[in-house]
């Protein structure tokens, strides 16, 4: 019953269908609330209840009445042209007017069925809004005054005498009773209208927030499986909870095997760690392939069941993409660019092999016009040009081997080896081709039988390069180079770090990037190759080579070098 009366009694939108439905569920309304009134009469005369109640030819022909013309308005609502709002306004005064009969056969103004006349004012005021309700409202007070009218005159039906009824003592008492209920008839009228129409505003409101939300929810869906990049939230107890069709797509793991499941399980080669930038790896795909994954995350503050603003869930959005062509097509135009370099060092080469080819040259045809009388050449003088020769040969040498590992790096070869005992072997190397070098002095921060992964020809070469421009950049000027050495873990992942710090005047910031270029140098007697070729070989290793500074040291050239995952 009240869900039929709430359904009824619902604020419809500004429609003609919306209207009629609710103009449908009234006369649904009507037939059942009537009966069950009639049902109640019925029963208080068997239990012979003295209330005023009509005989039983008067409730059935009043019944009789009542669901006829239900019955034929439900008809006319299907098929009249009238608008309904106008049909609307008929059936609530005919409900009205069945009412008022209702409470006119059982005791007028004492009948306990005399508040029953406020539902069709509150009904047109909520169906048919303000308008609608005071139409109700004044057509409940006429028929509610002409009852008590004839109430007062005495033309009330003959079954009255037989019960506990008693004619007004007044026209004051029934002018009273009159103006109460007509009172209480606008203002439900007034209220219901007001209440309909707020009711509609917040509904408009509703709908409309409800489409923006449908529309934006359809977007976040489309955008979520359309993307071309990977993407995976985790709850707070790192179990799977949403998993986009690029994600399936990349990491070849179908959703019903992935959704639910703890993410450090489905993907144990992602290692998500804080504060990271962007990661990469080689992901084994569910079909068993393997490509070269990149992958971050983000934290997300959701909250939790129950919870207030204190308490949030930290889940967590993890972005995959797969990079494998990328990297490929970074080869290839690494491989151009290097190519263009060789083609640039090849003109270099041929210019630079000028000067000492003529010093060569030069010295040679010395010694061969001075061949008939060699022995009486001036032994300073021979001693001279052995030197010139030898110098320039050895420095056109130095310029192709350089241009040798830039152009065709050599395989690498990896192995365990003593990082303290391969430093002292880059010093002494140092020390025994400089003078310069040797009274520099260079000093180690290493611990004993630190053990480093990396192929150690390759290693010692760039430790040549570096620990040579540390003592050049210091050119005899009081201070140090030292070489420090150590192992550090971050999340899992182990790494040899290897800084070689001097304390000479300093990279400015803006050359930190271009001094890895090949070809940029700031010695005269340089090929601008040994930087560009020791972070060739740190990124062979998948290390890194990054130029830093600190207060103590100017410049800090850091080598890091992975370890094998089998060592952890």
Known sequence: MFQLLSRALTPVADSEKETRRHIAWWLLVRVFLFTLLAGITLFFQEKGYSAILPPLSVTVTFLALLYAFSIVSAILLRKTSWSGRRFGVLQLLADTAFTTLLVYATGCSQSVFAPLLILPVVAGGLILYKTGGLILAAAATLLYGALLTCEYFGWVPKYFMATSYSSPRSFFTSSNVFAIYGLIFFLAALLSGQLARRLRFTEEKLSK???EYDRLSILYKQIFDDISTGIIT????DFITS????AERITGHPLATILGQPFNRCFSAIILQERQSRRVCDFRKFDGSVIRLGYSFSY??????GGGEEKKARWRVITLQDISQTERMEQQIREAEKMAAIGELSALIAH??????????????ILAMEQANIAALDPATFKTLLNI????SGRMAKTITDFLQFARPATIQPEWFDLNRLVDEAIVQLQSGSNTVAATGIHKEIADNLAC?????QLQ????HLLDNACVALGGHPGKVVVVGRERSDNNRSEICLEICDQGPGIPPELHEKVFTPFFSSRTDGTGLGLAIARQIVENHRGRLELDRSAEYSTIMRIALPLPRMTH
């Open 234 to 237: 985790t709850d707070q107890s």
């Open 461 to 464: 070469t760039i430790l040549t």
């Open 389 to 392: 020769i030898l110098r320039e």
């Open 300 to 305: 997300l503050n959701m909250p939790m069941a």
């Open 243 to 246: 998993y986009n069709q690029a």
């Open 352 to 365: 630079d092999f000028r000067n000492p080819l003529a010093a060569i040259s030069g010295s040679a045809q």
């Open 209 to 211: 927030t409800a489409l």
């Open 453 to 457: 992964w990396a192929d150690r020809q």
